[in-house]
């Protein structure tokens, strides 16, 4: 079975970074797009960024400039590098990728990190 798993989250300052991590594994045959989002404490759930099989991405508004996507597809990888935390980025990180398993493609969630940013 496919599974998804962030880590890199934490307790970083305002101004700060940390980089997230998302690894697959499992009986994948091929990952097309990933993504991370995130949901803060009474929001909902809100696309951050995304990246596609060969490479293009995109951006919330909120993040652009300071967030970066990128992906190792020799490790079934995805990353995200966020810079100049404010502490409007607290959240609880979750990665998303649509995946192949088997005969069926689907969305595969990971359990989410929490990321807060506070002095």
């Known amino acids: 079975q496919v599974q998804l798993v962030e880590s890199g989250g934490g307790l970083v300052q305002p101004g700060g970074s940390l980089r997230l991590s998302c690894a697959a594994s499992?009986?994948?045959?091929?990952?097309?797009?990933m993504g991370w989002y995130r949901q803060a404490p009474g929001k909902q759930r809100e696309l951050v960024a995304v990246?596609?099989?060969?490479?293009?991405?995109n951006y919330a508004d909120s993040v652009k400039g300071r967030f970066t996507i990128s992906r190792d597809n020799a490790k079934n990888t995805v990353y995200l590098q966020m810079n100049s935390l404010k502490p409007e980025d607290t959240a609880v990180y979750y990665c998303k990728g649509s995946i192949g398993s088997i005969m069926v493609v689907r969305d595969y969630w990971g359990q989410g990190t929490q990321v807060t940013v506070s002095s």
């Open positions: 990246i596609t099989s060969g490479g293009s991405t």
């Open positions: 499992g009986s994948i045959f091929k990952i097309n797009d």
